[in-house]
């Protein structure tokens, strides 16, 4: 009989409705996040002309896991679908949901963010039209500057943003393989994570290696976001992607990130705080030993805390809301960065103040996500090409997760 004390999501439902609300975060926080890059002192697309140093922080602390968390779910969807489809249909239904998205966003979606990056940055003064036709298909690599005293390019054509899909289509063709090989890969795989990681070594396993990562991988491949030569990023998604997928069917897994979380959330919070510390420090090789290890720790203390609280939450919050959203999700995530770039560019020449400024770019871009979805979705030929599913007996959606027990797929 179940009692009140226990928050372990009943057998029978329908969805794992916690990983649905993990990815609709997820995404939601990349608005955030991207229009925190207008403001902050690294490099992004197109900048604003106020500076909020004090968003630095918050930025740091979402960096090190944001998009490993989405890999990680999308490995967890992964599993979930091939306990639906046979390996070989999995392969083609997720090309085509992942690859007709990505063909068309950096065909349609992502060349407006080029043009306002050459027009800010270049002082390009043509108008879209020649551009896209005269220059980006035309696959011109002229747009060049000096930037740290070395000559930087803007590519064309590009995926800027959408490289997730373009690695998550990456990673779940390897899996297919693997799998076509190995049939039983996903199961064995799944009781060997189980063995490997009991107790405190599935918040120090991994960490350890993604330490690790960071301290061997990333000085030699530093992240470029074009797939060739990115090892540092395969090693950190990839092992996410393959993580999920192994795990997503483990109650036993489940169960101890739900013990592991206040832990987990008290190992994070120390290793931000020190990263933090690090970063105020002189570099030498104390930092260069020491460093790479607390990253790795932040960025799986997070995850784990995050999978906690979210089993122990939200497994059983349900309603028109998540149902909405977790169609919507994808198109969302396909729009957000054009819409937030475009807006960004439309008003500097106002001068607004900077919270003003921001709240208008939030606004026009969540607008902007509401509108195109709303659209593509009753549009039946416009669905495939936002990751909307074309038929809702059998959503599949493009980048995370499935419905799941024992006989269905899961999210």
């Known amino acids: 009989m179940r009692t009140q004390a226990d928050h372990s999501p009943p057998q029978s439902a329908g969805r794992r409705l916690d990983l649905d609300w993990i990815r609709i975060g997820a995404f939601g926080l990349l608005i955030l996040y991207h229009t925190g890059m207008l403001y902050v002192s690294w490099g992004f697309h197109v900048k604003s002309t106020h500076r909020l140093r004090e968003l630095e922080p918050l930025m740091l602390l979402l960096n090190p896991w944001r998009m490993a968390l989405l890999f990680l779910v999308s490995g967890a969807a992964t599993r979930f679908m091939l306990g639906k489809y046979e390996v070989g249909v999995l392969a083609r239904r997720r090309s085509a949901q992942l690859l007709i998205p990505l063909a068309f966003g950096m065909l349609v979606v992502v060349p407006p963010q080029s043009w306002a990056e050459i027009v800010e940055k270049l002082g390009f ?18 747009f060049c500057r000096i930037e740290n005293s070395r ?8 995926w800027n943003h959408l490289w997730f899909v373009a690695y998550l289509w990456l990673y779940t063709m390897v899996l297919a393989g693997l799998l076509a090989l190995a049939p039983g890969l996903a199961r064995r795989g799944e009781r060997l994570l189980e063995r490997a990681l009991p107790g405190l070594l599935l918040l120090l396993g991994p960490a350890l290696l993604l330490g690790l990562n960071r301290f061997l991988v990333f000085p030699a491949a530093p992240p470029t976001y074009i797939v060739v030569g990115d090892w540092y990023q395969h090693v950190l998604y990839g092992f996410c992607f393959l993580f999920g997928f192994l795990a997503a069917r ?23 705080l020190a990263t933090l510390w690090l970063r105020a420090q002189p570099p030498g090789e ?29 497994s059983r919050r349900d309603g028109p809301v998540r149902r909405n959203l977790v169609d919507a999700v ?19 020449p106002l001068a607004l103040p900077v ?13 902007s996500c509401a509108a195109s979805y709303e659209i593509a979705r009753r549009i039946s030929w416009l669905r495939p090409l936002f990751g ?14 499935q419905p799941s027990s024992a006989s269905t797929t899961s999210s």
């Open 388 to 401: 909307i599913a074309t038929d809702r007996r059998r959503r599949l959606p493009a980048s995370g997760c």
């Open 286 to 314: 104390f930092q260069r030993l020491v460093r790479p290890f607390v990253y790795g720790l932040d960025q799986w203390c997070w995850i784990i805390a995050i999978l906690g609280f979210a089993r122990r939450h939200l």
């Open 250 to 272: 483990s109650q036993a897994l489940a169960e101890r990130t739900e013990r592991l979380r206040w832990l987990a959330l008290t190992l994070a919070v120390t290793a931000f």
């Open 125 to 142: 003064s043509g108008g879209y039209a020649s551009f896209w036709l005269g220059h980006y298909l035309a696959f011109d690599q002229s």
């Open 330 to 348: 994808f198109c969302w995530y396909i729009v957000h960065q054009t819409a937030i770039i475009l807006a960004a560019h439309w008003l500097k």
């Open 355 to 367: 919270w003003q400024e921001a709240a208008l770019i939030i606004a026009m871009t969540t607008l």
């Open 151 to 158: 000559q930087v390019c803007i590519i064309l054509p590009t």
